[in-house]
């Protein structure tokens, strides 16, 4: 009895230490610290004021001779013609415009100098490119009102930044009704030539690729004429049969379908690209990496089993871009990108996709090594994204400067250039400019977004010049080798979530081809007239009226301050938050897009950050919303006939009514959900008050916003169903509380009035004694109480909401007790299991009466703030309940010894047994139907961490969750079970002594 009186102390207590240890290690592993940050001021412009008078007409316009950029002259003088003809009064003398080619002093090849002398302008160009740069830039001002007077330059103009790509906008993705109306597709693959590439010879509908290729040279046109001169295309492994690999039919055969594909890809669809180097723009081609088809994938798997740091693998890749900068002689570089791809990438059908791969530094340096060499023999450029979501040891190069010269420091390339979003995380707003910008001593891309994807999609007014001057100026001060921007035009995000806007197609696309329009400006000019340029851009998309211009104007100067305080919780975002290894966004509220949280992890950050100024943050809500009802009125004084398009007119108008509705809607969860954390952190009356009477507001704001905005494809709804799971549980957590305390209560009495719980709790080498005589109002008590304290405990924690919690806590539990019941019964024919059922509950009880206080205190959510926000209560309750766990183990071997007369061994055997059998049950359930699934599927019915993880990359690429974890548990599982089955058959028959009752 002493003995195992003492076992049972020192198993407490090595509970406690290493429970100690381990919450300590949990407390490391969640690392949920916040820091504060410098975030660039932004300086709100409006519109400049212009009185738009009739042109006199074009009297005589000379050109140099046709030359090989013979598409470009055309079309810098069709938008000439066209922008004097909307004003032209014929009854004006003409004026003469010259173009002269000639060298001009310390110009590039894009420069140019205007000179105006009465009725006669001259441009002057120091190369062609220059020259339809300077017509360009006539053009433009001319649809923007000026009059022929004010062209003149102030001397030679010179771009500021040498490279001004940007992405290939929505050519070749057909727009989906039925997809978009869904709203539940959040792939971030643009679907862009589904329509075009067939999947069987001839490999390309003609009909769809003519008009895909009518897009695309609008698409160019468009944007070489707001001063870009460049365009990034997706696009690699299609145009590549790896024939200068071996023997040419190492990766395709001589009959496979892909080198067929692949053969007309280049020639049809390589072909409708080249139109971009026509127009004398740079063509860079992008990839992830690692890039894939199924038989490429195949032969890397044989060859080098997919190891990044293989000398052979990126030999095979160095063979392709071979191939592929020789048959594409006319491309000027390629972009890798490593840090992000997979699935959510992978295009359903399409046998091209992605994988990351490529996660540490030595992959990196030995890729970029073989593909700059393979470029340079071309006379190409690669360009580097340092773009990553955190995977791999160089998973923090993009916004960390010690990561990025640790992997770039010394590597230098005369053809590498390095690109960089332009912010210290993704094109959100409240974050810092990206360190990483500041650092290195390679030439350097600036990446902007134009269709802000965190930001309603630009699907409502958002002027982002004033965010993108700051950075272009601050940035291009701090680093010399900064000398080129890529902006967005479309691209980033989901692209079937979220409004059916589609750059130069459908939808409310204006909203931001601003961003695009005044991105060139800034290019050429980071310190251009902010305001000039918004009133430019309105006097030639929207109106020339003056008061309609100064409204537009007034509505985009206020923009910027509707979404920052109606999108963003200004008390969070102003912190730089670190959690589980990552960075979360400034956004956590919104995580990610339109997808309204409800997770216990992204709330209890928000509100920490903001406590103390819950207040604050409500009142800018508040104030966003008043805000956006201005914007709003100022637009309802404005004739719609003022104009070119009423229709657009109207767009903008409900734009704004969007915006409006949005932000009343968000408010209401906004007050929600703060005020329901702040009660959780401080229980008091007057916060109670405040969620609960905020409630039926938010559920009444969500059902008239989805009732409005569904099927809207233009604007739809928010997607609340996060905060709706979320909310669920809030809703439910008084008769959680009530049933914990019940559970609670339950498990206390179990342990005061039935002997043989007590015993098992207790005293477990004294459990035989205990139920000895027992009745059978004792055996239910024993059975009973340990099961509905169980059932109820994990009902209540789940609030009845997930299905499969219950599944695996309940049958985790189930099993337990099932296998160490089984193995007992094999080792004891006839036992009467009675003491077992004794210690495996009694035991049990102390700490699933824990559990159920702690949930009973505040419900699940105040369970998981305090875990999420409270280190010293969080590291108190998992080192106590880890203890009560050992002690159960350890209360069921010695009641197995004791009472059943089994050797140490066997009782130790026993509950390994009953540890592996739940482990590896977890692990053939997640292994039946996928990592992923499974833990998304728990976690979006108990809103633990952010849905949206999920629809992302997925939760195990975000938490470094290893693929292999079900075969893990499996393995572990099956090994314990194994391990204690043969130390339970190790000695069948008790010896004397041990069958003397204590």
Do not use: C
Request: aromatic content about 10%; proline content about 5%.
């Amino acid at each position: 009895m002493r003995r195992s009186a003492l076992g049972t102390v020192v198993a407490l207590a090595v509970g406690l230490v290493v429970g100690k240890l381990i919450s300590g290690q949990l407390s490391s592993a969640l690392a949920i610290r916040f820091e504060d940050k410098v975030v660039p001021q932004e300086t709100p412009a409006s519109a400049d004021s212009r009185q738009v008078r009739p042109l006199a007409p074009i009297g005589e316009l000379r050109v140099p001779a046709a030359d090989a950029l013979q598409p470009r002259w055309d079309l810098a003088e069709r938008l000439l013609r066209d922008a004097v003809a909307a004003r032209v009064d014929d009854t004006l003398p003409g004026v003469s415009i010259t173009v002269v080619v000639e060298p001009l002093s310390g110009a590039t090849d894009e420069s140019f100098a205007v000179e105006v002398a009465e009725a006669r302008v001259t441009v002057r160009g120091a190369t062609a490119l220059g020259a339809t740069n300077g017509l360009f830039r006539i053009a433009d001002r001319l649809a923007a009102g000026h009059d022929w007077s004010q062209l003149a330059t102030d001397g030679v103009v010179t771009p500021a930044l040498a490279e001004r790509f940007v992405d290939t906008g929505a050519v070749g993705v057909q727009p989906d009704p039925d997809a978009y109306r869904a709203q539940t597709n959040y792939q971030h693959s643009s679907g862009a030539l589904e329509d075009v590439v067939l999947p069987e010879a001839p490999y390309v509908d003609h009909a769809a690729l003519e008009r895909v290729r009518q897009e695309w040279r609008d698409y160019v046109d468009h944007v070489a004429a707001y001063g870009y001169n460049g365009v990034i295309i997706n696009g690699f492994l299609e145009y590549v049969n790896f024939d200068r690999l071996g023997d040419g039919h190492q990766v395709y055969a001589a009959d496979s379908p892909y080198r067929a594909r692949h053969e007309v890809m280049k020639r049809e669809v390589g072909g409708m690209w080249r139109y971009a180097h026509d127009m004398g723009l740079k063509v860079v081609f992008k990839s992830d990496m690692l890039a894939l088809t199924g038989p490429l994938e195949a032969y890397l798997q044989r060859e080098t089993g997919m190891d990044a740091a293989h000398p052979r693998l990126w030999e095979v890749y160095r063979a392709g871009f071979d191939e592929f900068f020789a048959d594409f002689d006319w491309v000027d570089g390629f972009m890798i990108r490593i840090g992000e791809g997979g699935s959510i990438y992978n295009h359903q059908g399409w046998d091209y996709y992605s994988a990351l791969e490529v996660t540490d530094a030595e992959g990196v340096r030995r890729m970029l090594d073989v593909l700059t060499g393979v470029a340079a023999e071309h006379d190409a450029m690669i360009y580097f994204r340092t773009w990553s979501v955190g995977v791999g040891d160089v998973g923090d190069m993009h916004t960390n400067p010690e990561t990025y010269e640790r992997l770039l420091g010394d590597f230098h390339r005369d053809n590498l250039v390095v690109s960089t979003k332009f912010v210290m995380g993704d094109f959100d707003s409240y974050l810092p400019l990206n360190p990483t910008l500041k650092v290195g001593e390679q030439r350097r891309l600036v990446e902007m977004q134009g269709r802000r994807e965190f930001e309603a999609f630009s699907s409502i007014p958002n002027d982002l010049g004033p965010a993108h001057q700051t950075a272009l100026r601050k940035l291009g001060s701090a680093n010399e080798h900064l000398d080129g921007l890529w902006l967005w035009t479309q691209d980033g995000g989901p692209w079937r979530a979220g409004p059916m806007s589609l750059y130069l197609k459908t939808g409310a696309w204006r909203l931001y081809d601003l961003s695009v329009y005044a991105a060139a400006q800034l290019a050429w000019d980071p310190d251009a007239d902010l305001e000039a340029v918004n009133g430019d851009w309105i006097r030639r998309t929207w109106t020339s009226d003056p008061a309609a211009v100064a409204a537009v104007g007034s509505v985009l100067e206020s923009s910027r301050s509707a979404v920052l305080d109606g999108l963003y919780l200004r008390p969070y975002a102003e912190q730089q938050v670190f959690a589980l290894g990552l960075e979360p966004p400034p956004m956590m509220w919104i995580f990610k897009w339109d997808i309204v949280s409800g997770d216990s992890a992204a709330l209890s950050a928000v509100y920490v950050v903001s406590r103390g100024r819950v207040d604050e943050a409500i009142a800018e809500g508040e104030r966003a919303v008043a805000t956006a009802e201005r914007m709003r009125a100022a637009l309802a004084e404005v004739d719609r006939g003022a104009f070119f398009d009423p229709g657009e007119y109207d767009l903008l108008a409900q734009s704004l009514d969007y915006e409006v509705d949005v932000l009343r809607t968000l408010q209401t969860y906004r007050v929600l959900f703060l005020r329901y954390y702040e009660w959780l952190d401080t229980g008091t009356a007057e916060s109670e008050q405040a969620w609960r009477e905020a409630l039926p507001a938010y559920h009444a704001a969500v059902a008239a916003h989805e009732a409005r905005w569904t099927g809207n494809l233009d604007f739809p709804p928010f997607n609340f169903f996060a905060a709706d799971i979320g909310m669920a549980h809030v809703e439910r957590g008084d008769w959680v509380r009530w049933v914990s305390w019940g559970v609670m209560a339950l498990a206390l009495l179990g342990l005061l009035t039935v002997p043989g719980l007590r015993a098992g709790a207790f005293t477990p080498w004294r459990v035989r004694r205990a139920v000895g005589s027992a009745g059978l109002w004792h055996r239910l008590a024993v059975l009973g109480i340990p099961a509905a304290v169980a059932v109820g405990g994990q009902v209540a924690f789940s609030g009845a909401l997930s299905p499969a919690y219950l599944l695996v806590s309940l049958g985790s539990l189930g099993l337990f007790a099932a296998a160490t019941g089984g193995l007992l019964g094999v080792l004891r024919p006839g036992a009467d299991p009675l003491s077992l059922w004794s210690a495996v509950g009694g035991a049990w009880l102390p700490g699933a009466a824990l559990f159920a206080w702690a949930v009973a205190q505040r419900g699940p959510g105040g369970y998981w703030f305090r875990f999420w926000t409270d280190e010293p209560v969080r590291e108190a309750y998992f080192t106590v309940a880890f203890a009560l766990f050992v002690h159960w183990l350890g209360a069921v071997a010695t009641t197995l010894v004791s009472a059943y007369g089994l050797k140490p061994r066997q009782g130790a055997g026993a509950v390994l047994v009953g540890l592996g059998t739940p482990v590896a049950f977890v692990g053939a359930l997640l292994a039946g139907i996928g990592l992923e699934r499974g833990l998304t599927t728990i976690n979006d019915q108990m809103g633990i961490l952010p849905l949206g993880l999920s629809r992302i990359l997925g939760l195990t690429v975000h938490l470094g969750i290893p693929k292999a974890l079900p075969g893990w548990l499996l393995g572990i599982g099956g090994g314990l079970a194994v391990g204690g089955a043969l130390l339970g058959a190790l000695v069948r028959r008790p010896s004397r002594a041990s069958r003397t009752l204590d």
